[in-house]
């Protein structure tokens, strides 16, 4: 992920963490505003682990999506050819 640009990932950083647009402070962009936390601090934090979970499924499926787009585009740019020979067989080297 560090690898990779925000713009190809379609998320920002802060999304990421925070699992929420950032705010601009701009007219018409409205605060954001904090979840509720619930009385049960426990359940809040295991509903917090699940949400995070998600997100960082979510990034990492994104990653591994981009990685692949990537490989493809490197292969028609540099024409790279899925090599047929196998172990054993005899190959001429120029």
């Known amino acids: 992920m560090h ?3 925000p713009s190809k ?3 920002s950083l802060y999304e990421i ?3 929420r647009c950032i705010w601009l402070g701009i007219a018409g962009d409205l605060s954001p505003m904090p979840p509720d936390v619930p009385a ?3 359940s809040y934090f295991h509903w917090l682990a699940t949400e995070l979970g998600h997100w960082h499924e979510s ?3 994104c990653c591994e999506e981009l990685k692949i787009e990537d ?3 490197y292969d028609k740019a540099h024409k ?3 090599p047929t020979w196998k ?3 005899y190959v001429v080297m120029r």
Do not use: E, P, S
Request: avoid cysteine; hydrophobic fraction near 60%; charged fraction near 25%.
């Open 87 to 89: 172990a054993g067989d």
């Open 71 to 73: 490989k493809t585009q």
């Open 40 to 42: 049960d601090l426990v």
């Open 9 to 11: 990932l379609m998320l």
């Open 80 to 82: 790279v050819v899925i």
């Open 17 to 19: 963490v925070f699992d």
């Open 59 to 61: 990034v990492k499926k």
């Open 3 to 5: 690898a990779t640009l």
